[in-house]
């Protein structure tokens, strides 16, 4: 039994060390492109403080706005970002806040 326990812990450890010294990988972000608004509704999607329909909306983000993450997706339908002022600005100077990714699509570079 106690061997047993003895082979856990080195094994527990042995992972735990290599998930802290395995290397962090940069996210340099994913553009994305404001999508599936309604054109009879309020076509735009709220720019939010954070990530609830609950905070404080920034702003109002039109159809085809460009969007960069700031994260990788979690699971969680909200992601942070960065407007961007079209495709050729990588100033990360804009408007900064938290969107529903029901409304965001991918933009595909070819």
Known sequence: MTHSIHTLS?????IVG?????????????????????????NFLALRECGSSK???IM???PDT???TMNPA????????IVRDGL???????????VYD?????VIYR
Do not use: H
């Open 10 to 14: 080195v094994t527990a450890l042995v």
């Open 18 to 42: 290599a998930l802290i010294a395995a290397p962090a990988i940069p996210y340099s972000g994913e553009t994305f492109v404001t999508c599936n608004l309604n054109p009879d509704g309020d």
């Open 55 to 57: 905070c404080d909306m």
């Open 60 to 62: 109002r983000l039109p």
């Open 66 to 68: 460009f969007l960069e």
């Open 74 to 81: 979690d699971g969680s339908r909200w992601r942070e970002v």
């Open 88 to 98: 050729q600005d990588d100033s990360y100077a804009g408007p900064s806040g938290w």
């Open 102 to 106: 029901k409304y965001i699509c991918a």
